[in-house]
């Protein structure tokens, strides 16, 4: 039995794709109708503007991390002490891509409390620690990948810890 490749472009969501896989419809024919062609949709529903640059880019550091979705959708945030920090709620929402951030502990310590935003919906506790998200040791790095279904960011999944 021979099965054809989806081709699935970025802008598709989870939903999507599981559509297109169901009921025979490719991933072109899933663009989102709203949309200009070969434009993400913003989460008001309207085209997103010309500055849209997503992509990958490193978020500031400190207690409170913004993440500005206009200015990257894969976000490294570089851990340099053990404080405590909170993932905030993005700007400039944009549903289509995948929002990945990527935790990197380069402290030479355990990192302190890692907490997200209530728009962000973590799946599950971890089996080790029994935290939503727990603290880096040194020297590792974790990512989690959310989408956005309109409303919050549902968590899709996370990494094993990876040895930097």
């Not at 490719?26 to 529903?45: D, R």
């Not at 891509?97 to 209530?118: C, E, H, M, Q, Y």
Request: aromatic share 6%.
């Amino acid at each position: 039995m021979r099965i054809d490749p989806v081709i699935v472009k970025e802008r598709d969501t989870i939903g999507q794709m599981v559509r297109g896989l169901d009921n025979g419809v490719t991933a072109e024919e899933n663009m989102a109708p709203e949309g200009t062609a070969g434009q993400p949709l913003v989460s008001n529903g309207t085209s997103e503007p010309p500055s849209y640059q997503g992509g990958v880019g490193t978020l500031a550091y400190g207690f409170s991390i913004l993440v500005d979705m206009k200015m990257c959708d894969r976000c490294k945030i570089i851990v340099t002490d053990q404080q405590s920090f909170t993932i905030e709620a993005p700007s400039n929402i944009v549903s289509g891509p995948l929002l990945i951030i990527d935790i990197v502990n380069k402290s030479g310590d355990t990192t302190g409390a890692i907490s997200f935003d209530r728009i962000y919906k973590l799946s599950n506790v971890d089996i080790l620690t029994g935290e939503i998200f727990p603290a880096l040791t040194a020297n590792l790095r974790r990512n989690i990948t959310f989408y956005h279904d309109g409303t919050e960011f549902i968590e899709l999944g996370r990494s094993g810890y990876i040895v930097i």
